[in-house]
């Protein structure tokens, strides 16, 4: 079974850092583009990053670029996303997906982060 | 940067059928994608490439793409249908991936 499974959230202090990690299983995650999505609470979705599959290319949201890192280790079949200099407006779920320029297929439960002080 | 407007909520009573749009400038050049989303789960692609159910879709979901407007249309609306929908597009100019503002589909 394909499945994306996201874990890492939590409460953390503005000004501070959170990797947040995207474990994949049924697939091979080298071999597809990698997406970022969040959700804040209330609101609409918003993409964040991608990384493509040779991971030379990442494109960020402008609301995250510089403060966001996007990246993945092949052989635990796991993406991250490292969020540096956090703000109480990233508060939000967030949810790995596969593909990017494609339709987003799979999606994980999502896991949620919360900036406040 | 590429934006898509979606009406903030759609009504439909039971057995009839819902047209949710989504605006975009020459959206018809582009490849549109739709996600259900119920209250407490994960985003569900419900209609790829404009009018592409994926597996396990029902045949009651279709979609078109022409000059400004992308529209999912649900036929005989069931109450399981009640769901947040969003349309999304990738963005060639930016290689962004841009989601609509969503639509809250009622059930009368």
């Known amino acids: 079974e394909v499945q994306l499974v996201e874990s890492g959230g939590g409460l953390v202090q503005p000004g501070g850092s959170l990797r947040l990690s995207c474990a994949a299983s049924?697939?091979?995650?080298?071999?597809?583009?990698m997406s970022w999505v969040r959700q804040a609470p209330g609101k609409g979705l918003e993409w964040v990053a991608a990384?493509?599959?040779?991971?030379?290319?990442?494109p960020y949201a402008d609301s995250v670029k510089g403060r966001f890192t996007i990246s993945r280790d092949d052989s635990k079949n796991t993406l991250y996303l490292q969020m540096d200099s956090l703000r109480a407006v990233d508060t939000a779920v967030y949810y790995c997906?596969?593909?990017?320029?494609?339709?987003?297929?799979?999606w994980g439960q999502g896991t949620t982060v919360t900036v406040s002080s | 940067s590429y934006v898509l407007a979606q009406p903030p909520s759609v009504s439909v009573a039971p057995g009839k059928t819902a047209s949710i749009a989504c605006g975009g400038d020459?959206?018809?050049?582009?490849?549109v994608h739709w996600y259900q989303q119920k209250p407490g789960q994960a985003p569900v692609l419900v209609m790829s490439?404009?009018?592409d159910r994926p597996s396990g879709i029902p045949e009651r979901f279709s979609g078109s793409n022409f000059g400004t407007t992308a529209t999912l249309t649900i036929s005989r609306v069931e109450a399981g249908d009640e769901a947040d929908y969003y349309c999304?597009?990738?963005?060639?100019?930016?290689?962004?991936?841009?989601f609509g503002g969503g639509t809250k589909l009622t059930v009368l």
């Open positions: 490439f404009d009018g």
């Open positions: 990384i493509s599959g040779g991971g030379g290319n990442t």
């Open positions: 020459n959206i018809g050049d582009k490849s």
């Open positions: 049924g697939f091979i995650l080298r071999t597809y583009v």
């Open positions: 997906a596969k593909n990017f320029q494609a339709p987003l297929d799979v």
């Open positions: 999304q597009v990738w963005d060639s100019s930016s290689d962004h991936v841009v």
